[in-house]
């Protein structure tokens, strides 16, 4: 089996490599790549994203046919797809992190700043928060509900149809922290960076 | 709830660690990957390097560490000591770094955080700031606590956060080394002006020191040295202690 990890220069990927790595020991083959075929003829794809709303969408439109390449493998072909951080937020369809920026329109609903009520929240959102489990997820197979996972961001995903949220988190109010659409998976917190239940995670993402 | 960060700090020297912890199961005990994996192991919620090389050419000797703690740490993990340009933390990330601290190059030159936040993101930009208090102020000192630059850290602090920097590393200059605790004077103030989350940091001796840098000082995370290294606490420990206290913990 294959996974690629979708090298578009958007920032710090490192981790993520990693922890697919690690989980993913001899079994699994895990590319890191922009490459077009490779992209296509992966068995699941993974779509970090690190940044902002804006410079990650720029970055995927900098490489000339990822994006169709991407929403082939995702919506056409319904192959797994799991995206991290901003890469769940890209899932939507417009962004307003700098300015206003169109998305990959793969769920309805838009990304904005989280509400910290004046300051009394920080942000960003740093640090261990508890996802709160709405619905059976895959990848949420032997996770316990209140896990704690590592977050670190400023902007929240909101999506149309609140069937699609998997799980929230509790920080000024009730945050989308994952989604699940048929195929296409994302976290908003870093699994890759949430010790071994994080690494569960991932796992239940490849053995799909 | 978001819970209330403990972060052990490592000091790195020649890709060896200094002060390390007194484990007799270690193999290896100046190995600064296997002491990472004991604290992540143990619950912490981030590691914290500081490469405390002196000489230019054995600095690369951090880059391995990084590498080699990335690949077994699924923590966050913060590197600073010695980041000069926006070119080493694109290195130090690179190498699996999840942040970057930086502190004299901030004061030298902010640009450092204004172009490094933009291109790798907040998240991964934390500023170190070493204060040291004069009369009612409190003055940014850089080069590891040698120069005093006059720069009142407070606005300072507050002029790093519209620079782009995710989050602040404050270390009490007057506390470091004593175990007498936080200058817990010194996070409130910064904590009430700037919006994004402190880090506290210089002068643990005991737990309620780190109980006192959330309460009194509003930190977001408590960052100590010593009372992890010489095993006087673990991290364990030291989360139930503040899970006794009321402090939201991830245990």
Redesign the interface.
Same mark, same amino acid.
């Given at each position: 089996m294959n996974v690629t990890i979708v090298d578009y220069n958007s @920032? =710090?990927i %490192?981790?993520v490599i =990693? %922890?697919f790595?690690?989980v993913a020991k001899d079994k699994v083959n895990i590319e890191v790549s922009s490459d077009l075929n490779k992209i296509k003829s992966s068995d699941k794809v993974v779509l970090p994203g690190? @940044?902002?709303f804006k %410079?990650c969408i720029d970055a995927l439109n900098g490489i000339s046919g990822l994006v169709d390449s991407l929403t082939e493998f995702a919506i056409n072909n319904k192959k797994p797809l799991l995206g991290i951080c901003v890469g769940l937020q890209m899932f939507a369809e417009i962004g307003y992190e700098e300015t206003e920026t169109k998305g990959l329109g793969w769920i309805s609903g838009k990304v904005s700043k989280i509400d =910290?009520q004046n @300051?009394k929240y920080? *942000?960003?959102?740093?640090?261990? =928060?508890?996802i709160n489990i709405l619905k059976d997820s895959k990848i949420f197979k032997e996770i316990k509900n209140n896990s704690?996972m590592?977050?670190?961001?400023?902007y929240e995903f909101i999506p149309e149809d609140k069937k699609v949220i998997s799980s929230t988190t509790?920080?000024s109010s009730n945050i989308v922290c994952s989604v699940e659409k048929e195929n296409i998976f994302g976290t908003q917190f870093h699994p890759?960076? %949430?010790?071994?239940i @994080? *690494?569960k995670i991932i796992e239940n993402f490849i053995k799909l | 709830m978001l819970k209330n960060r403990i972060i052990p700090c490592l000091d790195v020297k020649n890709g060896r660690v200094v002060k390390g912890i007194n484990f007799v199961d270690l193999k290896d005990a100046g190995d600064p990957v296997e002491q990472a994996k004991i604290y992540s192991d143990g619950g912490a919620d981030e590691i914290c390097f500081l490469d405390i090389t002196a000489s230019n050419e054995n600095r690369n000797t951090i880059y391995d560490v990084v590498k080699r703690t990335s690949k077994k740490c699924f923590v966050p993990l913060t590197v600073g000591g010695g980041v000069r340009s926006v070119d080493d933390i694109n290195k130090l990330l690179n190498y699996g770094a999840d942040k970057v601290s930086i502190n004299t190059a901030a004061v030298q030159n902010p640009e450092v955080i204004i172009e490094s936040s933009k291109k790798f993101g907040s998240q991964c930009i934390v500023v170190a700031i070493d204060a040291k208090k004069k009369g009612d102020k409190w003055e940014v000192f850089t080069h590891g606590g040698r120069n005093n630059t006059s720069i009142n850290a407070i606005e300072f602090a507050k002029k790093m956060e519209d620079s782009g920097a995710g989050e602040l590393l404050i270390t009490s200059m007057d506390r470091d080394g004593t175990q007498i605790g936080y200058d817990n004077d010194l996070m409130f103030k910064i904590s009430s002006i700037i919006n994004i989350p402190v880090i506290a940091s210089g002068g643990v001796g005991n737990l309620d020191h780190l109980v006192d840098g959330i309460k009194l000082g509003n930190a977001s995370a408590v960052l100590a040295a010593s009372i992890f290294h010489y095993g006087t606490h673990s991290i364990q420990e030291a989360k139930q202690y503040l899970d006794s206290k009321g402090i939201p913990v991830r245990i």
């Amino acid at each position: 089996m294959n996974v690629t990890i979708v090298d578009y220069n958007s @920032g =710090n990927i %490192s981790s993520v490599i =990693n %922890s697919f790595k690690e989980v993913a020991k001899d079994k699994v083959n895990i590319e890191v790549s922009s490459d077009l075929n490779k992209i296509k003829s992966s068995d699941k794809v993974v779509l970090p994203g690190q @940044g902002s709303f804006k %410079s990650c969408i720029d970055a995927l439109n900098g490489i000339s046919g990822l994006v169709d390449s991407l929403t082939e493998f995702a919506i056409n072909n319904k192959k797994p797809l799991l995206g991290i951080c901003v890469g769940l937020q890209m899932f939507a369809e417009i962004g307003y992190e700098e300015t206003e920026t169109k998305g990959l329109g793969w769920i309805s609903g838009k990304v904005s700043k989280i509400d =910290n009520q004046n @300051g009394k929240y920080k *942000l960003p959102h740093i640090g261990w =928060n508890q996802i709160n489990i709405l619905k059976d997820s895959k990848i949420f197979k032997e996770i316990k509900n209140n896990s704690h996972m590592y977050f670190v961001h400023s902007y929240e995903f909101i999506p149309e149809d609140k069937k699609v949220i998997s799980s929230t988190t509790d920080y000024s109010s009730n945050i989308v922290c994952s989604v699940e659409k048929e195929n296409i998976f994302g976290t908003q917190f870093h699994p890759e960076k %949430s010790d071994k239940i @994080g *690494l569960k995670i991932i796992e239940n993402f490849i053995k799909l | 709830m978001l819970k209330n960060r403990i972060i052990p700090c490592l000091d790195v020297k020649n890709g060896r660690v200094v002060k390390g912890i007194n484990f007799v199961d270690l193999k290896d005990a100046g190995d600064p990957v296997e002491q990472a994996k004991i604290y992540s192991d143990g619950g912490a919620d981030e590691i914290c390097f500081l490469d405390i090389t002196a000489s230019n050419e054995n600095r690369n000797t951090i880059y391995d560490v990084v590498k080699r703690t990335s690949k077994k740490c699924f923590v966050p993990l913060t590197v600073g000591g010695g980041v000069r340009s926006v070119d080493d933390i694109n290195k130090l990330l690179n190498y699996g770094a999840d942040k970057v601290s930086i502190n004299t190059a901030a004061v030298q030159n902010p640009e450092v955080i204004i172009e490094s936040s933009k291109k790798f993101g907040s998240q991964c930009i934390v500023v170190a700031i070493d204060a040291k208090k004069k009369g009612d102020k409190w003055e940014v000192f850089t080069h590891g606590g040698r120069n005093n630059t006059s720069i009142n850290a407070i606005e300072f602090a507050k002029k790093m956060e519209d620079s782009g920097a995710g989050e602040l590393l404050i270390t009490s200059m007057d506390r470091d080394g004593t175990q007498i605790g936080y200058d817990n004077d010194l996070m409130f103030k910064i904590s009430s002006i700037i919006n994004i989350p402190v880090i506290a940091s210089g002068g643990v001796g005991n737990l309620d020191h780190l109980v006192d840098g959330i309460k009194l000082g509003n930190a977001s995370a408590v960052l100590a040295a010593s009372i992890f290294h010489y095993g006087t606490h673990s991290i364990q420990e030291a989360k139930q202690y503040l899970d006794s206290k009321g402090i939201p913990v991830r245990i």
